[in-house]
């Protein structure tokens, strides 16, 4: 893999994760007559998972343009 697509690769992630974690913020969470709690837990750890791709990727490109 070059070093231009690690590096793509890790400032997509990086996006994708600030995207994830602005996005829950956002729409927040919310209790309902019921008394259950309404939220997107979802972004939560999908924010965690592409902030690590994110850091694979970035290591991935400074290994490789140690190397060269």
């Given amino acids: 893999m070059s ?3 690690c590096l ?10 600030g995207g994830c974690w602005i996005g829950y913020h956002l ?3 919310s209790v309902n007559k019921e ?3 309404v939220e997107l837990f ?3 750890p999908l924010g965690w998972f592409f902030l690590l791709l994110g850091l ?4 991935a490109y400074l290994w490789i343009s140690k190397k060269s």
């Fill in 3 to 5: 070093k231009e697509k």
């Fill in 8 to 17: 793509g690769l890790s400032l997509v992630f990086f996006g994708l994760s």
């Fill in 27 to 29: 729409i927040g969470a």
């Fill in 35 to 37: 008394g259950f709690l």
């Fill in 42 to 44: 979802a972004l939560i």
């Fill in 56 to 59: 694979v990727a970035g290591s």
